[in-house]
């Protein structure tokens, strides 16, 4: 199985490399259109702000070959967000895959949310054998409204997605590469999706 993880210098991309790894798989780092065009899976990371992200990704022409993709595509992060129609980080157009909006949590709320919180309404062969209200890895400031493509959600001063799908493309908020066996088990799933 090809699995192709995208470099576009907005990600933190080793640590998803090295838990593929842990798995048993093998992940390449590319950029290059035609390499991730051919993967069977593709992971889509993302740390750092929304509208550079964005930039990074047009400048690589990924803004068109992203939400073309036909295998299963997996969003992390920041990359879930930019998979989004809007982030108001930035004030950014997404890749408008998920009809979602990425708003800032409340100032009344410590942002960024680090740390470890609880997922739940899972809805998806995604978390096969994860439980309702399993803990995994969250970073963000940002978060996606809950809408109809969410597939599991998280409280953090509001309800919030957590797991989004549509189609071939799936998101995560939390870092599954962070999130202990729960995070590799997730991962997983997505590998024999």
Known sequence: MKIVIIDYGAGNIQSIKFAIERLGYTAILSRDADEIKS?????FPGVGEASSAMRMLKSAGLDKVIPALEQPVLGICLGM???????????TEGLGIFHARVVKFSNQLKVPQIGWNRIHDLKSDLFKGISEGEFVYLVHSYYVKECEETIASTEYGVEYTSGIQKDNFYG?????EKSSDAGEKILENFLKV
């Open 39 to 43: 993967a069977n899976k593709v992971i």
């Open 172 to 176: 995560l908020q939390f870092h599954p």
């Open 81 to 91: 967000q930019l998979m989004c129609t809007y982030c108001e980080e930035g004030d």
